[in-house]
């Protein structure tokens, strides 16, 4: 079957930039997302791209896609502590209403 | 605004008891869907909903049966609960149009004993 794959741990300073990354083998995907759940609560949609673009930009966020290489990557600048939290990579093929989840990532931001 | 809101939110099951886990969600969404999260596993699809009398099954359907009389209730039922089903589960729904916007409620962890 398809699968998502990232990393599980990554630690970061406050004030620095995190770049969490994604790799997927779904040739058809026609979204790819990244959801964040903090301790205790339920996953909530951070952001998404579409296929056929190659960046998105959204405030302190910013989302990379190399189709050739299957690879997302999401870039959080000025790492907040607030922003500790485990970050899941997502994708759906095209009509799907499946989505196939990576295992996340856990971030960790020292003050 | 209450979103999505699951029932109850712990529980404990001897085996081959059973359970519902309630989730009822206020945006007038289509899809409603169910998920398990095992620790450090991402989510896996156990159910879904395209509209009211409308259930697929998803990855992992063996053990759990769903059903859909309204557009707002999506109640997950466990027959027989056996310790392979302890696992957090996770209720969401989404508008349909671009499948992935998910809204999730905050989940239901369950150990079957």
């Known amino acids: 079957g398809e699968d998502v794959e990232q990393s599980l741990f990554l630690s970061v300073r406050e004030g620095d930039s995190s770049v969490i990354n994604c790799t997927y083998t779904d040739s058809s995907s026609t979204y790819l997302y990244w959801y964040k759940q903090e301790p205790g609560a339920g996953l909530q949609l951070l952001t998404y791209?579409?296929?056929?673009?190659d960046m998105k930009q959204d405030q302190r966020l910013t989302v990379l896609l190399n189709k050739k290489d299957k690879h997302l990557s999401l870039r959080i600048a000025d790492t907040q502590t607030g922003d500790s939290a485990i970050y899941f990579c997502?994708?759906?093929?095209?009509?799907?209403?499946?989505?196939?989840f990576g295992k996340g990532t856990k971030l960790s931001v020292i003050p | 605004n209450a979103g999505v809101t699951q029932t109850p939110k712990f529980r404990i099951l001897k085996i081959g008891q059973s359970m519902t886990l309630q989730c009822t969600q206020d945006m007038n969404h289509n899809y409603m869907y169910w998920y398990r999260q095992d620790p450090g596993m991402g989510l896996k699809l156990i159910y879904y909903?395209?509209?009211?009398?409308?259930?697929d099954k998803g990855e992992v359907p063996n053990g759990y049966n769903v059903s859909r009389s309204t557009t707002e209730d999506f109640p997950l039922r466990l027959e027989l609960a056996a310790p392979s089903q302890t696992s957090v589960y996770f209720c969401?729904?989404?508008?349909?149009?671009?499948?992935?916007?998910?809204?999730f409620g905050s989940g239901t962890q369950l150990s079957v004993l």
């Open positions: 997502a994708e759906s093929g095209a009509g799907s209403y499946q989505l196939t």
């Open positions: 909903s395209v509209g009211a009398g409308i259930t």
């Open positions: 791209i579409f296929s056929n673009m």
């Open positions: 969401a729904s989404s508008p349909g149009q671009g499948f992935g916007k998910l809204f």
